[in-house]
């Protein structure tokens, strides 16, 4: 026990927080469980560390640990759980949940038998904590940790503290919000950089970006679809091949047969494939209204611009990079839909988005909003893109 005391000690003492995560404020701190999921890079362990550094410094009360220990292949956690509330402790910090065989049987039997005990664990973004996981239903409270936003980025890289907006205060009043950030920064000589590089917090690692995040991608095929899915190693091939595609030609309608045909698998297969490429944040599904997995969705888009710029380099298209910032922008706390008005998205069933270049002059659609690239402050019905990304 002492050494996973001094691990945390030495953590906690190193752990550098350029950015206060938005969802730091956004958890209900007081459930006794609680499940942070995210694709495997956005800061899931920085995320605990940081709550452990804000709330509790180097107390005792509080401990950080981590699945990687060898020390979890011959203790359960129970047994770890019970020796750490004998020594006063209250707040169990828990990370790479999925590398423990019984993980969810376990947090449960913790959570029964220690009243006293606060869990918070990591989760990869494929893990069902909620639907289909009969041990965690009804006591487990799930969030998600995004990558960064454009405002985080934005905070970070020119040392301003925008707050965030929601999408109503956005459309309501997106010209008067948008020349008081211009008055302190310029936002369009961030965005780019953002674009590329500004999603996955390890841009601010001193290592080569598309490398790691090539790694990263792999890493996401490998563990968190191949080995928390079940699937055998010999199929990682068809994956890939099957990602590479999609991200060559998104946003686009997917052709399932043409995959199935190409890949050598069944459409049920496909299927299941951008399922599990979704849930590892790598796609996003575009569906019209009222329909959803299992139906074929209506487009696919890569899940950030990031990702793009990784896959492409040096020839990404500037419109499906308007269209895939929005979507990822949106999707998070809102429902998009394709809109039925032959725009791109329709949101929360009600607002019809075009994203657009600079405006050159035309006419208006009178149902459409407009998400426009290249401008700082809008008018109207025309929004700055940039703006969308202080969502959270």
């Given at each position: 026990?002492?050494?996973?005391?001094?691990?945390?000690?030495?953590?906690?003492?190193?752990?550098?927080?350029?950015?206060?995560?938005?969802?730091?404020?956004?958890?209900?701190?007081?459930?006794?469980?609680?499940?942070?999921?995210?694709?495997?890079?956005?800061?899931?362990?920085?995320?605990?560390?940081?709550?452990?550094?804000?709330?509790?410094?180097?107390?005792?009360?509080?401990?950080?640990?981590?699945?990687?220990?060898?020390?979890?292949s011959?203790?359960?956690?129970?047994?770890?759980?019970?020796?750490?509330?004998k020594?006063?402790?209250?707040?169990l910090?828990?990370?790479?949940?999925?590398?423990?065989?019984?993980?969810?049987?376990?947090?449960?039997?913790?959570?029964d038998?220690?009243?006293?005990?606060?869990?918070?664990?990591?989760?990869?973004?494929?893990?069902?904590?909620?639907?289909?996981?009969?041990?965690?239903?009804?006591?487990?409270?799930?969030?998600?940790?995004?990558?960064?936003?454009?405002?985080?980025?934005?905070?970070?890289?020119?040392?301003?503290?925008?707050?965030?907006?929601?999408?109503?205060?956005?459309?309501q009043?997106?010209?008067?919000i948008?020349?008081?950030?211009?008055?302190?920064?310029?936002?369009?000589?961030?965005?780019?950089?953002?674009?590329?590089?500004?999603?996955?917090?390890?841009?601010?690692?001193?290592?080569?970006?598309?490398?790691?995040l090539?790694?990263?991608?792999?890493?996401?095929?490998?563990?968190?679809?191949?080995?928390?899915?079940?699937?055998?190693?010999?199929?990682?091939?068809?994956?890939?091949?099957?990602?590479y595609?999609?991200?060559?030609?998104?946003?686009?309608?997917?052709?399932?047969?043409?995959?199935?045909?190409?890949?050598?698998?069944?459409?049920?297969?496909?299927?299941?494939?951008?399922?599990?490429?979704?849930?590892?944040?790598?796609?996003?599904?575009?569906?019209?209204?009222?329909?959803?997995?299992?139906?074929?969705?209506?487009?696919?888009?890569?899940?950030?611009?990031?990702?793009?710029?990784?896959?492409?380099?040096?020839?990404?298209?500037?419109?499906?990079?308007?269209?895939?910032?929005?979507?990822?922008?949106?999707?998070?706390?809102?429902?998009?839909?394709?809109?039925?008005?032959?725009?791109?998205?329709?949101i929360?069933?009600?607002?019809?988005?075009?994203?657009?270049?600079?405006?050159?002059?035309?006419?208006?659609y009178?149902?459409?909003?407009?998400?426009?690239?290249?401008?700082?402050?809008?008018?109207?019905?025309v929004?700055?893109?940039?703006?969308?990304?202080?969502?959270?």
């Amino acid at each position: 026990m002492e050494a996973f005391f001094k691990t945390h000690k030495y953590l906690v003492d190193h752990i550098e927080l350029p950015v206060r995560r938005l969802l730091m404020d956004e958890i209900d701190w007081t459930h006794r469980l609680i499940g942070i999921k995210g694709s495997r890079g956005v800061g899931k362990t920085s995320f605990l560390l940081q709550y452990a550094k804000e709330n509790f410094g180097t107390d005792r009360s509080c401990l950080y640990i981590s699945f990687n220990h060898f020390y979890f292949s011959e203790h359960s956690l129970v047994e770890f759980a019970e020796a750490f509330c004998k020594q006063g402790g209250k707040t169990l910090l828990i990370d790479q949940t999925f590398k423990y065989e019984n993980w969810s049987k376990e947090l449960r039997e913790c959570y029964d038998r220690f009243p006293q005990l606060h869990i918070v664990f990591s989760g990869s973004s494929v893990m069902r904590l909620i639907e289909d996981n009969e041990d965690l239903q009804g006591i487990v409270t799930s969030y998600n940790l995004r990558g960064f936003s454009f405002r985080e980025f934005l905070n970070l890289q020119s040392g301003t503290s925008f707050p965030s907006y929601t999408l109503s205060e956005i459309m309501q009043n997106h010209v008067q919000i948008a020349q008081d950030i211009c008055k302190q920064v310029q936002p369009l000589e961030y965005f780019q950089a953002y674009l590329h590089h500004g999603y996955y917090p390890f841009f601010l690692e001193e290592r080569n970006f598309s490398e790691n995040l090539l790694k990263t991608m792999n890493m996401m095929l490998e563990v968190d679809i191949l080995l928390i899915k079940q699937i055998e190693l010999k199929y990682l091939s068809k994956i890939r091949k099957l990602l590479y595609q999609i991200m060559k030609s998104a946003p686009s309608a997917p052709n399932v047969s043409q995959m199935s045909k190409d890949i050598g698998v069944s459409r049920a297969t496909i299927m299941n494939y951008l399922k599990y490429l979704k849930d590892a944040r790598l796609l996003n599904m575009l569906y019209a209204e009222g329909d959803e997995y299992p139906k074929k969705p209506n487009q696919v888009y890569v899940h950030n611009t990031n990702l793009m710029y990784v896959v492409s380099p040096g020839n990404v298209d500037k419109a499906a990079e308007r269209k895939t910032f929005f979507y990822n922008a949106l999707h998070a706390c809102h429902k998009v839909n394709i809109c039925k008005y032959h725009l791109d998205f329709c949101i929360d069933f009600k607002y019809h988005f075009r994203c657009e270049s600079k405006p050159e002059g035309g006419k208006l659609y009178s149902k459409a909003l407009y998400a426009v690239d290249d401008i700082e402050v809008g008018n109207k019905s025309v929004i700055p893109l940039w703006l969308f990304g202080f969502l959270y």
